[in-house]
């Protein structure tokens, strides 16, 4: 009798567990989802072993049963774009469903870089939009190593108001503005960036089967105990390094701290924070932490009003003061410096700035960009001079690993776990931390957009890349530039790859910043790639000149742009073109425009032309070749008796 009752009460345990277990799905399939519209949608997720599935959606019933080791997958069929809906699943519900066109952005940082840092130039745009069509969501950081991964932490979809807007890809924001004014239909961005990373890093083990030595490198962390240690000793170092500069800081352990309004600086240099020597002594760093003071004259009436400080870019990390008070900090090089100031913290007459500022390399204060006390409709300009003592020298920081660099790690952890959904077309917006080795981007990029239709199962899915923009210095002779190098490399690969285009950017960029700010116009110019190739406008023209061949008579080059494109922008003089003969010696070249589609390039240095470059430099600023909307060419290289396109 006991044994049965034991039996009975196991039976009923095990009925109780199978009653209670729930469903799950994807952490990407959640309420205020955008699903691809004409598409048949996969709905996935895990359940018990053996469980049945029932999912209900637009008065459609669907079921399928979990397998063996939990997994489950159906397949809804294709349905016209519309919304709200509710799905269920089971017992789980799923609400304020949209079906519409879904976009995959994914690249680096400046594909990451959010809409509140563009708020300077877009601000009054950015804090009042409101559309609850365009919806979007970030994928959390990722990156394993060992294998692809089924699922992803976590994902919330937020719709566009003036709150979220802030925080969506700044570049996404407005290219998703575009698409729902070209469909008038529910948008959807999944934004899938790492700043910093590596083409190498999102690409699967079988893109980079060619690629031994990516391979090789992944293998080198696919150890979780060596990466932990990794972790451990960077963040030890980073630690014991910021504890020995706090405590050697002469600035925050002198009896009166530096940046104190009692303090008196009588006894520091005057510097020119733009100076090339900032920081230096013989032209050597000094790592650790710099001090710099300045005095600026307020009237009664900006001392009773709330200020906005702005100080440029700094490098590296920074903590402000304003008559002893602190205002704000910032870790990193990158993000613009602005920091609001209470009217309490202002006074009538002198008011006292001061900056501590902390370098692993050279300390910089980044020109031509913004450093000045401002309210509403006041501005005082800080002056270039300012009062300059070093805190604390340091020695060199240990290198860390960039793990976000690592062969496969984003592959597996960002993309892998999205490969069931279907996308419109996806933003390509990566190759600054490829520069150093654009030899072998053309086959990595080629390499990727072919895996990720494999992995998506869409042989056609269309892809845009976003050619780097102008950045560094402009130099005044012909240069090698790894950067122009690159932008030929995505040139290439938009050439050969068919259904794939490139947005050029050479004349968005800014010289100081690799994070510009415009990417309002960036994204118009995806928008009319998409209007082109993914939404059927025949007669748009959508790039800028497209360079097709080259042909040589006598001294002078002949260059053909593909039609379309090749309606040129007449200028004064046309410059940017650089010739090279037999000895690869690259020579500036004089250039005009004939028959109104031709370019003719020629050089009295140069009596036997073989090839032919176009804004071949970090920041071609010169380069000056259009066409009659204003759409730039894409810098390029071409050789004689060489064609690109058909």
């Known amino acids: 009798m006991k044994s049965k009752i034991i039996s009975f009460l196991f ?25 691809q519209r004409d598409k048949p949608i996969k709905i996935w997720g895990t359940a018990d072993a053996g469980e049945r599935i029932i999912i209900e959606f637009r008065k459609k019933q669907y079921e399928t049963t979990a397998s063996l080791n939990g997994k489950w997958q159906t397949e809804l069929i294709a349905t016209k774009a519309g919304g709200p809906f509710e799905m269920k699943v089971n017992n789980l519900l799923i609400k ?32 009042t939009d409101e559309n609850e069509m365009i919806r979007y969501v970030k994928t959390p950081y990722g990156n394993n190593v060992n294998k692809p991964q089924d699922d992803i932490s976590q ?3 937020v719709s566009l108001n003036r ?24 948008i959807g961005i999944i934004n899938s960036s790492w700043g910093g990373s590596s083409i190498e890093a999102w690409m699967s083990e079988d893109a980079l089967q060619n690629f031994s030595e990516q391979l090789r490198e992944r293998d080198i962390y696919k150890s979780d105990e060596y990466r932990k240690l990794c972790n451990q000793a960077s963040s030890l170092m980073s630690k014991f390094w910021s504890e020995s500069l706090y405590q050697g800081d002469k600035g925050l352990n002198d009896s009166i701290r530096w940046y104190s309004p009692e303090y008196v600086d009588s006894n520091w240099q005057e510097v020119n924070v733009f100076s090339t020597s900032l920081g230096t002594i013989n032209n050597h760093p000094i790592r650790g932490s710099h001090w710099f003071r300045q005095e600026v004259m307020l009237t009664s009436e900006q001392a009773v009003q709330p200020a906005v400080l702005r100080l440029g870019c700094l490098i590296d990390a920074d903590s402000v ?16 410096r602005i920091y609001p100031i209470p009217s309490s913290v202002l006074k009538v007459g002198k008011n006292q700035i001061t900056i501590r500022l902390i370098s692993s390399g050279r300390p910089a204060f980044i020109n031509d960009k913004p450093y000045c006390l401002a309210w509403k409709n006041d501005t005082i300009h800080l002056s270039a001079i300012w009062k300059y003592r070093t805190g604390c020298e340091m020695p060199p920081k240990a290198p860390s690993i960039s793990f976000q660099n690592v062969p496969t790690g984003m592959y597996n952890s960002m993309i892998n776990p999205l490969r069931k959904l279907s996308f419109k077309g996806v933003l390509w917006y990566q190759g600054e931390s490829n520069t150093g080795r654009p030899d072998k981007y053309e086959a990595l990029l080629t390499s990727m957009i072919q895996d990720w239709r494999d992995k998506l199962e869409n042989k056609d899915l269309p892809f845009f890349i976003v050619q780097l923009a102008n950045f560094m210095q402009t130099h005044s002779q012909p240069i090698n530039s790894n950067w122009a190098a690159l932008r030929e490399a995505q040139r290439k690969v938009t050439l050969k790859v068919p259904n794939t285009a490139l947005a050029v950017a050479i004349d968005l960029g800014e010289w100081n910043d690799i994070h510009p700010l415009n990417k309002k116009d960036l994204a118009k110019r995806i928008a009319l790639l998409a209007k082109k190739m993914v939404y059927g406008h025949k007669n748009i ?7 097709s061949s080259m042909s040589v008579e006598g001294t002078k080059v ?14 004064s003089e046309l410059k940017g073109f650089t010739i090279a003969g037999d000895n690869g010696h690259f020579y500036w070249a004089k250039a005009q425009i004939i028959d109104g589609n031709k370019v003719l390039v020629w050089s009295d ?42």
């Not at 304020?96 to 840092?117: H, K, P």
């Open 321 to 336: 003061y304003v008559n002893g008070i602190f205002v704000g900090t910032t870790a990193y090089q990158y993000p613009p």
């Open 163 to 186: 709150k979220t807007a802030p925080s969506f890809s700044a570049l996404a924001y407005f290219f998703a503005k575009e698409m729902w004014e070209e469909t008038k239909v529910p």
């Open 96 to 127: 304020d469903i949209f079906v519409g066109d879904v976009w995959l952005c994914s690249g680096q940082s400046n594909i990451e870089l959010t809409a509140a840092r563009v708020m300077d130039r877009f601000g009054d745009e950015i804090c």
């Open 558 to 571: 002949i260059l053909s742009f593909k039609t379309g494109t090749n309606d040129l922008l007449q200028v």
């Open 605 to 646: 240095k140069v009596p036997r032309p073989i090839k032919v470059r176009y804004a071949w430099d970090d920041n071609p600023k010169d380069a000056n070749l259009k066409n009659k909307l204003g759409l730039p060419a894409s810098p390029f290289e071409m050789e004689k008796q060489t064609r690109t396109l058909p």
């Open 11 to 35: 039976i009923a345990f095990i009925s109780f567990l199978h009653s209670e277990a729930k469903v799950k799905l994807a952490t990407v399939l959640s309420d205020g989802m955008v699903l």
């Open 541 to 547: 023209v959508y790039n800028g000149p497209i360079c």
């Open 155 to 157: 994902m919330h979809w």
